[in-house]
């Protein structure tokens, strides 16, 4: 069983920044891909942002070039980089854990961008 512990979520301006983060414990295989993906009521989840234990990153199209998926080296820690926020970046985002065919959870972090 893994557990996730996220943080960084709440409310923010347009043009605003926020950066989430969330580290995932117990026994985790080396190899896997961490991410965020949201989920905005009413719409499709959506994926945010990929990046495996050897730094290769895959982002969701409407997300380029304003949001940066990184991790620490050797943890399953994993920050998401928010900037540039629209209210259409409103949703939950979901850290993810993926080794092999299997997906874990995180509980997840609600971003609001409203003025």
């Known amino acids: 069983q893994v557990r996730f512990v996220e943080s960084g979520g709440g409310l923010v301006q347009p043009g605003g920044s926020l950066r989430l983060s969330c580290e995932a414990s117990g026994s985790i295989f080396a190899i896997n891909t961490m991410g965020w993906y949201r989920k905005a009521p009413g719409k499709q989840g959506e994926l945010v942002a990929t990046?495996?234990?050897?730094?290769?990153?895959n982002y969701g199209e409407s997300v380029k070039g304003r949001f940066t998926i990184s991790r620490v080296n050797g943890k399953n820690t994993v920050f998401l980089q928010l900037n540039s926020l629209t209210p259409d970046d409103t949703a939950i985002y979901y850290c993810?854990?993926?080794?092999?065919?299997?997906?874990?959870w995180g509980q997840g972090s609600q971003v609001t961008v409203s003025s």
């Open positions: 990046i495996t234990e050897d730094d290769n990153t």
């Open positions: 993810s854990l993926k080794v092999g065919a299997n997906t874990q």
